[in-house]
């Protein structure tokens, strides 16, 4: 069983930053692959960002790339999303979910574990 717990959603001004953090409980951590999803309450719960186990491979939506970027620290459990250049069209609630294998994956069926979910909105 892993637990996942997000942190650091909030309210921001378009064109501004924010960053997520997931923090994992279990130690063998860095055995998953890590990914980010979000979802609004008009549309299904969509890939965002993959990290893979050792964060040697990371993989993003196109609405996304160039402006967030995934990362991880093994050592400290934990998991980050940076999010630059916010748009209005990025406010949802942001799930962190840690995969059934090492590599990454869009596929929300490859994920076993899931936070609860943070919320991000962004002012236009």
């Known amino acids: 069983q892993v637990l996942l717990v997000e942190s650091g959603g909030g309210l921001v001004q378009a064109g501004g930053s924010l960053r997520l953090s997931c923090a994992a409980s279990?130690?063998?951590?860095?055995?998953?692959?890590m990914g980010w999803f979000r979802q609004t309450p008009a549309k299904e719960r969509e890939f965002v960002a993959t990290i893979t186990w050792n964060g040697g491979n990371t993989y993003y939506a196109d609405s996304v790339k160039g402006r967030f970027t995934i990362s991880r620290d093994n050592a400290k459990n934990t998991m980050y999303l940076q999010m630059n250049s916010l748009k209005a069209e990025d406010t949802a609630v942001y799930y962190c979910a840690a995969s059934v294998t090492r590599s990454g994956s869009y596929s929300i069926g490859d994920y076993g574990y899931w936070g609860q979910g943070t919320q991000v909105t962004v002012s236009s």
């Open positions: 279990r130690r063998t951590f860095n055995n998953y692959a």
